[in-house]
């Protein structure tokens, strides 16, 4: 998405990496060890603070999102697809 994002104008790749630089350097100032293990996580929120930055999705919109995601996840049977709408459907009608 970072590449797509960058080839269609919304940021430059000097952007990107600098926008990574940052949030790897806040996980080390954070104590986080530096062996790999997290560095999608830290790709991601990259992307999402980038995203927030140039005004593409509010940050509310985002957590929405990945919340909805998750409990997408969490009502979906081990060995069966995962699908946003199972999510978006319990947020609508929470179980009592």
């Known amino acids: 998405m970072a590449v797509k994002l960058s080839e269609a104008g919304w940021f430059t790749w000097k952007e990107w990496a600098a926008a ?6 806040a996980a080390v100032a954070r104590g986080e060890p530096d ?10 929120a990259a992307l999402e603070r980038l995203v927030a930055e140039k005004g593409l999705a509010e940050p509310t919109a985002l957590l929405r999102r990945k919340e909805d995601w998750a ?15 199972t999510g978006l459907r319990r947020r ?3 179980a009592p």
């Open 35 to 44: 062996d790999g293990t997290h560095y999608y996580e830290h790709w991601l």
């Open 71 to 85: 409990e997408a996840y969490r009502a979906t049977p081990h060995g069966k697809p995962v699908e946003l709408e």
């Open 92 to 94: 609508r009608n929470p």
């Open 20 to 25: 990574l630089a940052t949030e790897l350097q």
